[in-house]
């Protein structure tokens, strides 16, 4: 055996009992008749000495040649510890060594192994399985783990079944670009990797497996925004002979059971919300609601008083905003300099400073006077102490602009608190969205979703009004989750594909093989998606899900530990029958 017992395990209870342990050198403290190390492995520290009046010269001698990093496995003693470490679960202990082996010696790592590093992000991505041995980076898999294992029991128990689905399938549009994969014995053919095993888990449906899921790796080669990667991890289910209300109660419990046995967290509320109602009150489909300053529309009072720039406005909206009341005319002036950033957009702001007294002071007070200014703060909900801030122009552009700010004013204030979870479902969302840029309409889930029955009739006059049966579950600012009730017969797979502009050969060539399948008694079905990565990230408190991720990509999509993607051979691509332009 390399270990009789791990690094975090032993104490007091141990004392005189003969050990062998194995791991690598945390540090050590050279005090020349004495040296002490520290042995860390996945479970924890523990402290060894070396005693130049008690061990084997050769083993005192051994010792001091340790370097950080190093791997070695000791025989020895536990000992009662003179000063003992109360912030070690093995601060009672040390262990006597009467044996040191050295495993594998180690270069002077790149950045020290500590919970706070002196490492940067990129050095520590090219050497990630140095950074692995981090407690924060350790701890952050082992919490991964832990989740996935909680949500395999939950479904388990509900008679869920995981199945696996390919992940070299035909390309199929989803919103995304595929990463496609040359087929080397079907000359000129090309795979594609799943975006989601969306047809695949219908196909269980029809298949007949009635519940299935799957923690399954998904891609898309689009675009890297903040904190994406072109491959995450999808908790993937579905489920047959349901409507919409089943599973929304299945993946509240689901939700219900991970606050409840990863943090110690009940949650009673699961608010639901149309689509609609988030972008007119939050200016986003994935509302943060641990925090008010809900969006106030003041086009019916700050219209037509001869201010021309809310005059000339499609929409007029504000929010009011607490803790802001002392702000300087600096901090305010930094705010509006914020929101017009290229990145928000907006061209000024508007504020209202309401005063302990009642009274208000504007940036506009040469247009409104103080019953204007009690209107607006009476529709945002603006209290004594607090500031309103208001934007216009566009509708959308405007309200997507007032988001921003009232995330980053939640930010400051610090409102956004990671150890209170607000989760909630958005419904109702459109069916379609048109695509100025192509002329037509896009689906805004999937070509698969299905549209509310008591919407069909709109598909021809109106598509845009056209409501999906579809549902996200949002978590403190963040879409989690998101499905939908599919369409399951033929002849309304035929029309969703019409409208999305597909000809009938397009939609047979792409999508014949699920139309068939329709044809052999498909049971209405639906499903939802998780996203792993995110979900876990915010369970632990967490904003960003590299931490999560065992061996993350950077913004750009390169894996810069293995240098990839990479040139590969010319007679690779001469197999492959690929010449690069």
Known sequence: M????????????????????AGWVQKSRDKGFMNWVDLRDRYGITQLIFDESRSEKSVFELAKTLGREFVIQVKGTVIEREAKNKNMATGDIEILVTELSVLNAALTPPFTIEDETDGGEDIRMKYRYLDIRRNPVKNSLLFRHKVAMEVRKYLSDLDFCEVETPYLIKSTPEGARDFVVPSRMNEGQFYALPQSPQTFKQLLMVGGMDKYFQIVKCFRDEDLRADRQPEFTQIDCEMAFVEQEDILNVFEGLTRHLLKEINGIEVDKFPRITYDYAMKTYGNDKPDIRF???????????????????????????????????????????????????????????????????????????????DDLTQWAKITGAKPGEMIFVLSGPADKTRTQLSALRMELATRLGLRNPAEFAPLWVVDFPLLEFDEESGRYHAMHHPFTSPKPEDMHLLETDPGKVRANAYDMVLNGNEIGGGSIRIHDKATQ????????????????????????????????????????????????????????????????????????????????????????
């Not at 390399?2 to 342990?21: D, F, Q």
């Not at 901090?331 to 000024?348: C, F, H, M, T, Y």
């Not at 068939?516 to 990230?537: E, I, N, T, Y």
Request: hydrophobic share 40%.
């Open 292 to 370: 008010g300053m809900e969006f106030g529309e003041l086009n019916e009072v700050a219209k037509h008083k001869e201010f021309p720039v809310f005059n000339a406005a499609e929409l007029v909206v504000g929010i009011a905003v607490p803790g802001t009341g002392n702000y300087t005319r600096k901090e305010i002036d930094g705010l509006i300099e914020w929101v017009k950033r290229p990145q928000v957009g907006a061209s000024g702001m508007v504020y209202v400073k309401c005063n302990d007294d009642g009274s208000y002071k504007s940036s506009v007070d040469k247009f409104y006077d103080q």
């Open 2 to 21: 390399y270990r009789s017992h791990n690094c975090g395990e032993l104490n007091a209870t141990h004392i005189n009992t003969e050990v062998t342990l």
């Open 494 to 581: 035929q029309l969703m594909f019409k409208y999305l502009g597909f000809t009938e050969e397009e939609a047979k060539a792409q999508f014949g093989f699920l139309m068939d399948a329709f044809q052999f008694g498909a049971p209405p079905h639906g499903g939802l998606a998780f996203g792993l990565d995110r979900l876990v990230a915010i369970l632990g408190g967490r904003e960003t899900i590299r931490d999560y991720i065992a061996f993350p990509k950077n913004n750009s999509g390169r894996d810069v530990m293995i240098d990839a993607p990479s040139i590969i051979d010319e007679s690779q691509l001469k197999e492959l029958h690929i010449k690069l332009a």
